[in-house]
């Protein structure tokens, strides 16, 4: 992954900071040379002293040889033996002097490529710490553009393909019983069948890992990154073990939506050589990206699920029927309008109580959701009344699928451990351009018939009747 990141990397070298370590350096060589230097110069002046002194007893000797020629000679040839102790002396300390100007040097040098390699680590240091926030920045931003779990999914496939191409990776996830994972994005690396992967590329079931519970999952379980140098050691993880393509090495990221480990990101390589740990650090970077950006989503789906529908019975409510009144009519589609009601709801609330009430609501939701098909809209107007809308369906069609579901909601009353009750149902017909509000009307008014009537049963409205009739005759 790091070889062929298309991320920039952050940072550049800092040559103010080279420019000070070269300058300690040569600071270091010249203090160096300076005090062999001076130590030089001091040793040669006490040599050439000693040496004028000894030439200078010598003459004084001379003069006075024939008044102390003992006493003379024996002093100047003392004085000579110290003159040339201390020659010997200055000639040491002048080899100890150069010899400590090298050890400066030598210092000096060592200090600095010292300083130079600390330099260069902390550089690189700061370098991929750029690089690092720079992916995350890019990384949740690109999340942040997502509006579907889809979305999500994609992102991370096209992320690692473009980070590291031919890394044979996938990511699955619980489902709602979070009993089992499911791959929800996989590289091309691994849908081609790359390092072990059972199927042909077009096959999304053909899994990277056979893991299929959370709980099967060693990364999951423990909620950090786990790498297994092979699938071979003892220690490696059981489902990396038995692959068709051999023995490989594995990387597992757990991902938390929520709060909840439910999924993990997972990569092979071939056998001996995990990822490095930058790669590592990115997998793990963008799966907490991708667990946050879902936990949104859903949250979000959720909230707007909640908002939509009514919480006792799970139906829409009544702004969102109204949502899908404006989309039919935009796109042209003329339906049939229901009204229903449950017939004698008061009275089955004040003998068997408001649970019981409630219950029957429930009821009628469940049948209405069954019995209807996925295109039709059914929704809790309010109370005990509910609006079906029915897509191209024409008034005669509608009353028998009208009538169809008046009787399995008196059969189902039977097993619903529910008392007894029934529904009537008002029906218009509603064409692209009529006015909603008014053909649901007549709906109700046909509604009121059915009550008057008896009951239990289905009646159309003779307005709309007269409007289909003429449609029918254009």
Sequence with gaps: MGSSSTMPRGGTSTPRLYLRVVALGCLWCLLGIALGTNLFVRLRAITESAGDLSAHTSAQADLALNERAGTAATAAAKVEDLATVLVGQSHRINREALATGVVAFGLGITLTVIVARMVRRQEL?????????EFHSRVSDAFGMTHADDGAYALVTEIIDR??????????????????????????????GA???????????????????????????????????????????????????GACSGTCVPISIMGQHVGVLHAVTPDRHPLAPAEIERLSILAAKAGER???????????????????????????????????????????????????????????????????????????????????????????????????????????????LRSAVVESTGAGHVPHFSVSFGVSYCAPEDDFFERLAEADSALLAAKSAGRNRVIAAKPAMATLTTAQAA
């Excluded at 031919?166 to 590289?187: C, F, I, N, Q, Y």
């Excluded at 060693?218 to 692959?243: I, K, Q, Y």
């Excluded at 404006?326 to 009275?347: E, P, T, V």
């Design 195 to 245: 390092c072990g992967v059972v199927g042909d590329g077009g096959d999304r079931s053909a899994s990277l890992c056979p893991v299929r519970s959370p709980s099967h999952c060693p990364a999951v379980r423990r909620g950090h990154a786990m790498t297994f140098s092979s699938s071979e050691d003892f220690d490696s993880c059981p489902n990396l073990r038995g692959r068709p393509g």
């Design 294 to 404: 879902l936990g949104v989503l859903r949250a979000f789906a959720q909230s707007e699920h909640q908002s939509a529908r009514d919480p006792l019975t799970g139906l829409l409510n009544r702004r969102s029927l109204e949502v899908e009144v404006q989309r039919l009519q935009r796109s042209g589609c003329s339906f049939s309008i229901a009204y229903a009601d449950i017939d004698h709801f008061k009275r089955l609330n004040d003998t068997h109580g408001h649970e019981t009430g409630d219950k029957a609501l429930r009821l009628l939701s469940r049948v209405l959701r069954e019995a209807l098909r996925p295109s039709d809209v059914t929704a809790r107007w309010g109370g005990e009344e509910f609006v079906i809308l029915l897509p191209d369906l024409d008034l005669d069609t509608a009353r028998v699928t009208l009538d169809r």
């Design 163 to 192: 980070l590291a191409p031919g890394l044979p990776a996938e990511m699955l996830l619980a489902d709602s019983s979070r009993a089992h994972l499911t791959p929800v994005a996989a590289t091309h690396a691994a849908r081609d």
């Design 125 to 133: 240091a700061q370098a991929n710490d750029r690089e690092r926030q």
